[in-house]
């Protein structure tokens, strides 16, 4: 069994044409011309309509508002990157040499793309229901383990909504430093809230991962103290 077979059939999917998988699995990196960007943006679409559409069946009492964070959850690229590393995608990425040097088979970004990538490429090649039967097989488990309770909203947006209740001045965020070189950088940043001459530092491989550490922190010490 060569190496494409062996990727299909962790996919649970075998390609009608090949050239489709190569190209789902080519990083720009590779060329600038035919790499897997486009199929990308129409499996991001179709992972989208697939949640969306799965949960809502699933749980017909949710609100509108309990459905969008628990699809959020669900196609996050941190999400998405560890399905990929279940199927074993990283290994077949095709990737230039600066890249493959640097280890873009590991990087989340990268395989979060891929992933939606090959979603794009089985809607082309199969049909919408072949790729729905798919995806829902991906994340099987993880879409019997989440309810409407489970799906918290992230930390900006609950402190945002705290100080808001309580009628307090929203939080300021500012990059404090950046370190490092692209895509391993990490980024300092600082959340104040200056009505209550407080502020909080955390770190984060991107500033929005650094902001919702600070804001964690920020919440935590609200729900402690005041």
């Known amino acids: 069994m060569d190496d494409r077979a062996r990727l299909c059939r962790r996919l649970g999917y075998t390609f009608h044409d090949p050239d489709m998988l190569e190209l789902a699995l ?3 990196s590779v060329s600038r011309r035919s790499n897997n960007e486009r199929l990308e943006f129409l499996g ?3 992972l989208s309509q697939i949640i969306s559409t799965e949960l809502f069946h699933r749980f017909p009492e949710a609100a509108e508002g309990q459905l969008t964070r628990m699809r959020a959850s669900l196609v996050r690229g941190q999400t998405l ?9 990283g290994a077949y990425l095709i990737l230039g040499g600066g890249e493959l040097k640097s280890g873009g088979n590991r990087r989340d970004s990268i395989l979060a793309d891929a992933l939606e990538a090959l979603i794009g490429a089985m809607v082309i090649d199969g049909g919408e229901e072949a790729c729905r039967r798919v995806v829902l097989g991906w994340f099987a488990e993880r879409l019997e ?8 909203k992230d930390a900006k947006t ?3 909504e705290w100080l808001q209740a309580r009628k307090h001045e929203l939080p300021l965020y500012e ?3 950046v370190t490092g070189q692209a895509p391993k950088q990490t980024f300092e940043v600082k959340c ?3 009505e209550l001459q407080r502020e909080f530092v955390a770190g984060g491989p991107s500033r929005r991962r650094a902001e919702q550490q600070a804001a964690e922190q920020a ?8």
């Open 26 to 28: 080519s990083h720009r």
């Open 44 to 46: 991001d679409a179709q």
């Open 81 to 89: 990157a560890e399905v990929a590393r279940e199927l074993g995608v």
């Open 145 to 152: 383990a989440i309810s409407p309770q489970s799906a918290r």
């Open 158 to 160: 609950r402190l945002q």
């Open 175 to 177: 990059v404090l430093a």
């Open 192 to 194: 104040a809230l200056p």
């Open 219 to 226: 919440l935590s010490w609200l729900e402690q103290n005041l």
